[in-house]
């Protein structure tokens, strides 16, 4: 049956456990971004023994480039919306070991995340493309940026949220992908024309 959950950051593994494919969640916390770049530059620190810039253990991280403006109070959230997770792939089991537990993003992904997703209790949140203006006026304060030297959309942003969503649950901690899901059900479309 198909659910509505809002959660607060950090998030647990009950609370992962709690979400099945098909339903939606609300997020209230902070929320972390990264795309390339960002994925990059974990792994580098990971690797060199440098500290991270932030706690991961039980965070979001959302696959997104946001356009933010320095202002004198600080920065301000203009636009935020998905970039596509495929990308993101190869950081799988990284992101799982730092205690990540939910990617939002677009599009989905493949099946060492599907792997990971199960060993690690993480779940993949589908934010809808085309709504940057609704999910930032969800965003109540930018905290500020690490590796700005990358360029603002590939910078790690931490962002204080709340009510961030809609996002839909598209993979779950079960092994759940409504990706394969479509997926089967076009090869089976294919087979019969």
């Known amino acids: 049956m198909v659910a509505v959950h809002e959660l607060n950051i950090p998030l647990t593994n009950q609370d992962i456990e709690n979400l099945q494919a098909g339903d939606t969640v609300y997020l209230t916390g902070i929320i972390f971004t990264a795309r390339d770049m960002g994925h990059i530059e974990i792994k580098k620190s990971l690797e060199t023994g440098a500290p991270l810039p932030v706690d991961f253990t039980g965070s979001a991280i959302f696959h997104a480039g946001p356009v933010v403006r320095k202002t004198p109070e600080g920065w ?36 060492g ?19 940057a203006v609704k999910l930032a006026a969800a965003v109540h304060k930018v905290e500020g940026g690490y590796w700005l030297e990358k360029g603002m ?25 409504v990706y394969q899901d479509i997926k089967e059900q076009a090869f089976k479309i294919i087979e019969t024309l």
């Open 113 to 131: 995340s599907n792997k990971a997703f199960q060993k690690y209790k993480q779940v993949y949140l589908q934010a809808a493309p085309g709504c």
């Open 76 to 111: 301000e959230m203009i636009v935020i919306g998905p970039t596509t997770s495929m990308r993101m792939e190869p950081y799988a089991e990284m992101v799982g070991q730092l205690g990540v537990k939910a990617i939002i993003g677009k599009g989905g992904m493949r099946e």
């Open 153 to 177: 959309p590939e910078a790690l942003w931490v962002l204080h949220v709340e009510k961030f969503g809609p996002l839909a649950v598209t993979m779950d901690s079960y092994g759940n992908s």
